[in-house]
């Protein structure tokens, strides 16, 4: 008899658990499920990492874009440290969208027997 595991949505326990349960758990039936939750944490990961590295590239720009324009040398460092600044902050959502196409591009499915 083949038997098909689904996921089923139940409310939290007051003492943590999560938002849903794997009923049995997924990773230990099928041997291709731990292979696959340990990528997409890992991607995940990455993902959390570059959005923390976003925002401290945006705050960059905002700090250069505060720096003083008074003499010519100001406006020559604001200049050159607002480049920087924005150089960062348009690679970071490249790498962003890198890792999003990545993980488009994997193939998320299990074979279930």
């Known amino acids: 008899m083949r038997r098909l595991w689904r996921v089923h949505w139940v409310r939290p326990r007051q003492h943590g658990g999560g938002a849903h349960a794997l009923s049995p758990r997924l990773e230990d039936v099928h041997p291709q499920a731990k292979a696959l939750l340990r990528e997409v944490r890992h991607s995940a990961s990455e993902l959390q990492t570059l959005t923390q590295t976003d925002a ?3 705050a960059s720009v905002s700090r250069a874009m505060k720096m003083a324009k008074e003499t010519e040398e100001e406006k020559q460092a604001r ?15 490249m790498q962003v969208a890198r890792g999003a196409e990545k993980v488009a591009q994997r193939p998320w499915r299990l074979r279930i027997r």
């Open 56 to 58: 401290q590239a945006y």
């Open 79 to 93: 200049t050159e440290q607002l480049q920087k600044a924005m150089k960062w902050a348009t690679e970071v959502p």
